[in-house]
């Protein structure tokens, strides 16, 4: 499986961004897609997922800000991300596993796109 992530950049506190993330290869058997974010010094840390059944989590500093969606026909996942803040600056990355019932710790999931920054300015 492949993932190729695309959008990113910088934007002023406030603004939006859209990251879009392609899918190809064996996706087969793929469940759950999602975007981590990683920021200088920090853990990699889990910001939205989707399961290939539409159920969407998000992590309590995206929750009401972030969108997620999953096009299953397309094998794309997007986040669009709104009310932009300068601690959400870090790498983004798309990853994607198999079905598994355990948490979602970034070492669950077995395929990663590259990463895209997103830098938020104050």
């Known amino acids: 499986v492949q993932l190729q992530a695309s959008g990113g950049g910088l934007v002023q506190a406030g603004g939006s961004l859209r990251l879009s993330c392609a899918a190809s290869g064996r996706i087969f058997g793929i469940n759950s897609m999602g975007w981590f974010r990683q920021a200088p010094g920090k853990q990699r840390e889990l910001v939205a997922r989707v399961t290939s059944y539409g159920s969407p989590t998000y992590a309590d500093s995206a929750q009401g800000r972030f969108n997620i969606s999953r096009d299953l026909d397309k094998n794309t996942v997007t986040l669009q991300m709104n009310n932009l803040k300068p601690e959400d600056t870090a790498t983004y990355y798309c990853?994607?596993?198999?079905?598994?019932?355990?948490?979602?710790?970034?070492?669950?999931?077995?395929?990663w796109g590259q990463g895209t920054q997103v830098t938020v300015s104050s």
């Open positions: 990853a994607a596993r198999p079905y598994y019932s355990g948490p979602h710790y970034p070492n669950t999931y077995s395929y």
